[in-house]
């Protein structure tokens, strides 16, 4: 994929010449030009994929205040200055407005790309660097889900994450977008909510996420939107940004997904440590987790065997029992949540629930503590296991190696002279590739040339002069630069290493504007 480039730069030579200096480096892409401060920020704001950006310090005649401006506000963008001179006295001053690099106008192709190739590593390990914990703690994600609308999904990860806060930090996350309602259930009147986080979801660090959620009860509170219609501003990597972020900061997070699948959701389900699904013991709703459970696995999302289907609101009057459910679902119930009754509703109506104990939050907290004993086992089950593999591996290796100890000592020779062998032949390719890239580069160089001072026998004669001092030693003893009006053929002879007869490696340019 190619690195995406956004100029910013009015002046009119300078964006016809970076873009076809651009356009000429396979492994980049131009993705906009911005002539003023507000045209880069509005593409900065459209264009989240940019990693790198080149300012003009010419801009408007404050292209070092703007890139110091543009450096701050964007910290995993690197902004290279492009300046009349590349000196060092321009390197100064652009790693003191935050610039990773300075290119003067005029740098030849080698030259940008070679330094444009160590910028775009430092922007790739800096933003891989952001979903990782830096600091050794991976908190736990919960995924709740609903089979369909009214099986009490909200209540369920809300007195579940309130089970939680007295031995671990816990985050509560309303990711029913379109129709989440955790606020209203805790009292809460939002005026922040999930989908404020899109716009950061490359630079979310725990401060922002901290100023963004509301504690209440000791949870600490991330709601949905109040208004449906914004849960199309959510994004597959905003929601995957959000998870990790979620690891980084809590030791558990709970995270209320409703009952409507999303691409964003889906993100979200994939990535969780352990996912409930919630039914009530009536047949629409069995039947509803049976086809959820189904289109999970047919999408990829999540196979039915990691997921822990709860049946809630369940009594002694239900004709449907928790093992009947279980052969519905086809699949294993975990557990039972009883059904609370009046009283339960009241305390529901009037955002009383978390700080009232009642039957089925006491339900709810056994239940959940179960389940992470289960997970727990779990994690500690499989890392055995994948020790015993690697010492087996191990062991293996070792017996291996004892028995192909004489066998080896008679392959040793012939693998030396194939590794030679094989060096040469790279090493005569590597040749190959530098006497193409000179020929296309030399080629490039003086067919602008010719471009720029019109078609004249002496603008040709300077063009092949321009061509053949771009070509270094061995490369120049043998190399034909031919010249005309629509184009420039450059033909270079390749130094031998292990072929018979020197290789030719020829480029045709046109020349700009025939």
Sequence with gaps: MAVRILLGTADAPTIDRWTQVVAEA???????VGRSLDEIQGLLLTDQEAAILLVDEHLEGRGLEFARLLAGANPLLAVVMLSDQAGPAQAVEAMEVGARAVLSRGASLPEVVARLDGVAQWVGAARATIGQDTTGRAGRLIVVAGAKGGVGTTTFALLAG???????SVGLVDFDLQAGDLAAYLGVQARR??????????????????????????????????????????????ARAIASALRFQFDVSVVDVGNHLSE??????????????????????????????AMWERLVVRSPGSVQVVLNRQSRTTEITQQLAGRIVETTIVGAIPDGGQEFERLTNTASLP??????SRAVGSLVAEMSQAYVHAQAERSVEEAVEEIGAVRTGRDRGRKDRGQSAVELPVIIMAALLVFLVAAQGLVYGTSYLLARESAHEAARTIAVEGCSDASMAHATQVAHNRIADPWDRDTQV??????????????????PRSLRAAVTVPVSGK
């Excluded at 396979?26 to 993705?31: I, P």
């Excluded at 009536?282 to 959820?292: I, Q």
């Excluded at 700080?355 to 089925?360: D, L, N, R, S």
């Excluded at 031919?482 to 002879?493: E, F, G, H, K, L």
């Design 355 to 360: 700080q009232t104990p009642t039957a089925v």
């Design 482 to 499: 031919t010249t005309s009006c629509s184009q420039v053929r450059v033909d270079i002879s390749t130094p031998r290493i292990i072929v």
């Design 264 to 293: 964003a959701s889906a993100a979200l389900i994939e990535e969780a440590d352990q996912v409930v699904l919630l039914a009530t013991p009536d047949l629409p709703a069995l039947r509803a987790a049976r086809r959820t459970l």
């Design 162 to 168: 309130q089970s939680m806060v007295a031995t671990r």
């Design 193 to 238: 909510s999930v989908v404020d986080l899109v716009g950061i979801a490359t630079d979310m660090p725990g401060r922002v996420l901290r100023e963004i959620t509301y504690e209440v009860h000791g949870l600490r509170l991330l709601t949905a939107p109040s208004n449906g219609e914004r849960a199309e501003e959510m994004t597959v990597r905003a």
């Design 26 to 32: 396979e492994q980049y892409e131009l993705a906009g």
